[in-house]
């Protein structure tokens, strides 16, 4: 089972943050920033600039990096400084970071001995904008990494793949799902290592996407109301798959909107802690990748049936709001991008949450996925 999160002894190890809590953030003044997007096999990150109304200020243009690899593009940091990249590698990726007002890229553990071999995933930012979230691959084993110096804390050990981890908005605390034995539990440990403890069991297939921004609840999905074949088939049962769970392992429930979980989308907060948005099946159309002989082509086929939602999670209202993939909140929550076909092409749109003002922004008609919506830094 998984140990408790005592520092593995070594030169790159140093101790972990203070566990003084950071402020939590609430939304940005308006939508204004760059919605940045990675073209599929291509070795670019693209970025389309909107103001803060949400409207295209300038057509997509590259990011100012050089790469020799087809990026998976990760979290930019809460300030915005620094963005995060994989260099795909199974079982995972390569780390790297960018730094936007530099304009430099390096890799996260430069100077490490391994810093060509240390592969894995990067989960998230801390809210000090400097420490990721980084499960290691190799070593089977989740870090606090300093993307400026590639030190880092060894937090705990997770026995094999960890299904999702996240940081609580104050920055003290990390959940994640690890393997106790043959089960998958839900762990807490704070950011200074050495006190991971069991939070919850969610008996079947889950994985943890989230806090929400004021740190009042987890989400994740699966549960023992999810099995394999659920996951299989693309069809999530009533009342899921998706969960809140209180920071104590308390007081959990199930959200009414129909995501679909195992094929890569996430569902991602508002900034104002209220809403949940996510990818589920359109009403009366079936979900593309399914149930399909020989199996389709994932870059196509993940835009069939399917649709966005928002779900607020205090009414339990939800809303389906377009056709379409991988939703990603603006800076001050009054809006989404999302990807969508609608056109007849691959592109980025955004909308309104009440479902208004629905544009497209791209037009280039170019495979593209893992969509982020970046702040400007003031």
């Not at 990721?132 to 110096?149: G, H, M, P, R, Y």
């Not at 009414?315 to 709001?321: A, D, K, M, N, S």
């Not at 749109?349 to 970046?374: E, F, M, N, S, Y």
Request: aromatic share 10%.
């Amino acid at each position: 089972m998984p140990a408790t999160a005592t520092p593995t002894p070594g030169p790159a190890v140093t101790r972990g943050p203070t566990a003084t809590p950071f402020p939590t953030r609430g939304p940005a003044p308006d939508a204004a920033g760059t919605i940045l997007y990675a073209p599929l096999e291509q070795p670019v990150i693209m970025g389309v600039p909107v103001d803060g109304q949400g409207r295209k200020a300038a057509e997509a243009a590259p990011l100012p990096l050089s790469l020799d690899f087809t990026p998976i593009l990760r979290q930019p940091s809460p300030d915005g400084r620094y963005l995060l990249l994989l260099q795909p590698v199974e079982p995972g990726g390569r780390p790297y970071v960018f730094d936007s007002q530099t304009g430099q890229l390096w890799l996260v553990f430069r100077g490490h001995p391994w810093q060509q071999t240390i592969q894995g995933w990067l989960y998230g930012w801390h809210p000090d904008s400097r420490q990721a979230l980084f499960w290691f691959f190799n070593n089977e084993e989740l870090w606090l990494a300093d993307v400026e110096t590639g030190q880092y804390t060894v937090l705990a050990m997770t026995e094999g793949p960890v299904q999702g981890a996240a940081l609580s908005p104050d920055g003290q605390r990390i959940v994640y799902i690890g393997r106790s034995g043959a089960n998958e539990i839900m762990w807490i440990v704070s950011t200074t290592g050495g006190d991971a403890r069991q939070l919850f069991d969610p008996e079947g297939i889950s994985y943890v996407f989230g806090w929400s921004p004021d740190g009042a609840h987890i989400l994740y999905a699966g549960g023992s109301s999810y099995s394999k074949a659920d996951a299989a088939a693309g069809t999530p049962p009533p009342g899921g798959p998706l969960w809140l769970l209180d920071p104590q392992g308390q007081n959990r429930r199930p959200l009414s909107g129909h995501f679909l979980f195992g094929w890569g989308f996430e569902p991602v907060w508002s900034p104002d802690s209220q809403w949940v948005a996510l990818t589920g099946p359109d009403p009366g159309r079936s979900f593309g990748c399914a149930q399909k002989d020989p199996p389709p082509d994932s870059t196509t086929c993940r835009y069939e049936g399917t649709a966005i939602y928002i779900e607020n999670v205090g009414t339990g209202e939800v809303r389906r709001l377009a056709a379409g993939i991988e939703p990603t909140w603006s800076p001050d929550g009054t809006m989404l991008a999302f990807l969508s076909k609608q056109s007849g092409a691959p592109e980025v749109w955004v909308i309104r949450t009440d479902g208004t003002d629905l544009r497209q922004l791209t037009t280039d008609a170019q495979p593209k996925h893992q969509l982020v919506w970046a702040q400007t830094r003031r």
